[in-house]
């Protein structure tokens, strides 16, 4: 199942069932966390909530509006090791879609996609209380990965978005939260349409010798 699941950006239209949908946030909880503080929220946008929001995000984006984010996402300057990874993250993407890199055009109409929670059926917004501490976000992690493993496992897919996290005063004023909730991630859920080119993405893995190591 780690090696099957990967990021998923265009579904079918079938609906996921509600009761499906909480067995999977319900798995996604059983996650471990420090001192068992289970932190996190995830927020099911639907409806005319979600149509507003999304059109919000794309002409914010549009315009080149900024914000300030709720949490520091990318390192700033990003080193060059880690930058070689994130163009070839994007070259996977653009590559599957064949969208050449000079198509500014296509480029961006892709990225708006991010917004619109790929079209998936289930659209989640995953919060974080302001006061807790760094560690949180490592246990709220590994809720996301027991997620994203939990609806594999039931035939689902997800995709995890992290430009929801440049927005986040706009989506706590569509959701009605206050400054209370940090806005983590974006999160698209649903069945996977498997015919949809982008859904061919491959994207690589650092070699074990780069991040594993054994002493004494």
């Known amino acids: 199942m780690l090696l099957?699941?990967?990021?998923i950006r265009a579904y079918r239209t079938t609906p996921v069932a509600q009761a499906l949908l909480h067995e999977v946030v319900r798995s996604a909880r059983?996650?471990?966390?420090?001192?068992?503080?289970?932190?996190?929220a995830f927020i099911a946008v639907q409806g005319e909530v979600r149509r507003a929001l999304s059109a919000d995000l794309v002409q914010a984006w549009r315009n080149k509006q900024t914000e300030a984010e709720d949490y520091s996402y990318f390192p700033s300057p990003?080193?060059?090791?880690?930058?070689?990874?994130?163009?070839?993250?994007?070259?996977?993407?653009?590559?599957?879609?064949?969208?050449?890199?000079?198509?500014?055009?296509?480029?961006?109409?892709?990225?708006?996609?991010?917004?619109?929670?790929?079209?998936?059926?289930v659209a989640l917004v995953v919060t974080i209380a302001h006061d807790l501490g760094?560690?949180?976000?490592?246990?709220?992690?590994?809720?996301l990965y027991g997620l994203m493993l939990a609806a594999h496992a039931k035939g689902l897919s997800t995709?995890?978005?992290?430009?929801?996290?440049?927005?986040?005063?706009?989506?706590?004023r569509h959701l009605g939260l206050d400054?209370?909730?940090?806005?983590v991630c974006g999160m698209a859920l649903g069945y996977a349409d498997p015919d949809a080119p982008v859904n061919q993405t491959r994207t690589e893995r650092s070699e074990l010798g780069e991040y594993f190591k054994t002493l004494g």
Do not use: W
């Not at 099957?4 to 990021?7: D, G, H, L, P």
């Not at 890199?101 to 619109?116: K, L, P, T």
């Open 30 to 40: 059983l996650a471990p966390s420090g001192a068992n503080l289970q932190p996190g």
């Open 78 to 121: 990003m080193p060059m090791a880690l930058k070689r990874r994130q163009m070839g993250s994007a070259k996977a993407l653009y590559d599957a879609l064949g969208i050449a890199r000079e198509d500014r055009v296509g480029r961006d109409a892709q990225f708006e996609r991010n917004f619109h929670f790929f079209d998936a059926p």
């Open 159 to 172: 995709c995890a978005i992290g430009a929801m996290a440049s927005y986040p005063s706009l989506i706590r």
């Open 4 to 7: 099957e699941r990967r990021s």
């Open 179 to 183: 400054g209370t909730s940090k806005i």
């Open 134 to 143: 760094s560690g949180c976000y490592m246990d709220l992690g590994m809720a």
